[in-house]
């Protein structure tokens, strides 16, 4: 069980902490652009060397790529909450196999 503390942090700090996730986050978006605009090159590209890629079934596949990303996930986020159960266990003697 893990217990509640009451800190209080100075506006400097606060300062620096949201600066450094404005960082991130301004990181992040400029990922997504330039992801975009290599996507947008590669569809050119080929369009020049006339490979027609057909984007009738792009929404359909996109979902079902998200369903299985999103149930992989899952199954790795189960599977690290087993061992950390477990080394909890094993710190404590207690057996999860049996």
Known sequence: MQEERNETISQAELLQILTGIKHKAD?????IVNLGFLV??????LN???????MDGYADWAEKRFAE??????????????DDL?????????NLQE
């Not at 020049?48 to 057909?54: H, N, S």
């Not at 149930?71 to 599977?79: I, L």
């Open 86 to 94: 477990n080394q909890s266990a094993s710190k404590s003697e207690i």
């Open 27 to 31: 990181a992040a978006s400029a990922q």
């Open 40 to 45: 947008e090159y590669l569809y050119e590209e």
């Open 69 to 82: 990303l999103q149930k992989a996930a899952e199954q790795a986020q189960k599977a690290g909450l087993m």
């Open 48 to 54: 020049k060397q006339g490979i027609e890629i057909p």
